[in-house]
């Protein structure tokens, strides 16, 4: 992508584009900036398949834990996530605006697993 630490992965359905993933590593963290997949390709695992991208590159690069953000009502990402271990570590108060209301944003961490060095 041409930014220190930024990559992404794109999900896939056949020959087709469908989700997408935009991650950010740099140090010990690594941060989920945006995940996203097709309405009529969601809960096929194409979902899980990105996160799952976007776990083991950020082992690659060193980092021992995982952050993003995701509106409170987005109930199938938070189970996704849910899921992998995320927990809740912080609320943003009326951060996403909706047609006719206001929804917190919820953020959320994993502590990646380390691999013992020793022989």
Known sequence: MGIPGFFGRVGWARTAPVGFALALALGEEAEIVSLGVLPDHRRCGIGSAMLDAVWGEAL??????????????NEAARALYAGRG?????CRRNYYRR????VDALILRVQLPTASLAT
């Open 60 to 73: 690659l690069r060193g980092a021992e834990r995982i952050v993003l953000e995701v509106a409170s009502d």
């Open 86 to 90: 995320f927990t809740v570590v912080g």
């Open 99 to 102: 047609a006719e209301r206001l």
